[in-house]
């Protein structure tokens, strides 16, 4: 289960949350979805009491992610039960349960202030801001893995919430706190994320700067969120 860190609640206590929460996550959104469109469609379920949609942290703009609360609990679990991995606004959501919106979260956690998961991608979705920005690079003689090329040095979380990509719960967002070098050989991440992955970024070599020898927490998403 995923574990969301910036909701400031401890491991132990978020899934308790989960157990009563009116609130669901919802993922994979367009970046045009409006707020009255999520809220037409969510409405179906139950009475809605407040939508948040995830913006970029920089240009305050949608990045394609939302917290939705409900007046009950029920309310929420039929949106997940219901909605989970349908097709909305030409996109298949992913809706999920989440410990309930906090100040903060509502932000793309990427380094374009966007998600990682739009950060990391190398296509071109006209649904999510056109080509993604590449910052993960596969390595020619290794195949099987891939380096971080951005400006911040990442580690991942443990558990994680689908990985390096959502806030949301799943795959969401990598929480990534210190810069490193950003040369294509300095880190290599696998290239399978997934709840419950466990990895650290090791340096090749002996690389100088800010970061060396420590270790930054991260994490997706899931492409929670």
């Not at 979805?33 to 240009?59: A, P, W, Y």
């Not at 690079?137 to 979380?157: A, C, H, M, S, Y």
Request: aromatic share 10%.
């Amino acid at each position: 289960q995923y574990v969301d860190k910036k909701s400031g609640l401890s491991k132990a206590k978020y899934l308790q949350a989960l157990k009563v929460t009116r609130t669901v996550y919802v993922g994979n959104l367009s970046f045009y979805t409006t707020e009255d469109q999520i809220h037409e469609l969510f409405s179906k379920c139950g009475t809605i009491k407040q939508v948040v949609m995830g913006l970029n942290r920089f240009k305050k703009v949608p990045c394609g992610f939302c917290f939705i609360e409900f007046v009950t609990h029920e309310q929420a679990g039929q949106a997940v039960n219901l909605l989970n991995q349908t097709t909305f606004d030409d996109r298949v959501i992913r809706v999920d349960w989440d410990a309930g919106y906090s100040e903060g979260r509502e932000y793309g956690r990427g380094e374009s202030g966007d998600q990682w998961r739009d950060d990391f991608r190398s296509d071109n979705d006209a649904g999510r801001g056109g080509w993604g920005r590449s910052l993960l690079r596969k390595l020619e003689d290794q195949p099987n893995r891939q380096v971080f090329v951005g400006k911040k040095r990442i580690t991942r979380e443990t558990p994680g919430k689908g990985g390096l990509g959502n806030p949301g719960p799943v795959g969401a967002d990598i929480d990534a706190t210190a810069a490193a070098a950003a040369a294509p050989n300095a880190f290599a991440l696998p290239m399978t994320f997934g709840a419950g992955a466990s990895y650290m970024m090791q340096p090749r070599g002996n690389p100088k700067g800010k970061g060396k020898g420590g270790e930054e927490r991260a994490r997706s998403r899931s492409p929670r969120r």
